[in-house]
């Protein structure tokens, strides 16, 4: 999903999207705010999305391995 505002230089707040520019999304979506049951049970949930889900992908020595490999990388300018 795709949430964009636009914003005119030097403006404040959002505006409508032109026709030009509405054709670059794929789906529209409305986003009201929220009932107060709704804004309750967001809130008291607020601690599930500071849970943290996180894998190890790569251990210390596969990273130093990969930063000694980018070293030797060399770029050259014409």
Known sequence: ????????????????LTDVQIDRFLLRVESEYPSIEEEERILGN????????V??????DDIKHMQ???REIHVYRR
């Not at 999903?1 to 409508?16: D, K, R, W």
């Not at 607020?46 to 889900?53: G, S, V, Y």
């Not at 894998?55 to 210390?60: D, M, R």
Request: hydrophobic share 40%; proline share 3%; net charge negative.
């Open 1 to 16: 999903m795709v949430i964009a505002t636009q914003v005119q230089s030097g403006g404040e707040g959002t505006y409508p």
């Open 46 to 53: 607020i601690d599930r999305i500071d849970e943290h889900d």
């Open 55 to 60: 894998n190890v992908v790569a251990s210390l």
């Open 68 to 70: 000694a490999q980018a």
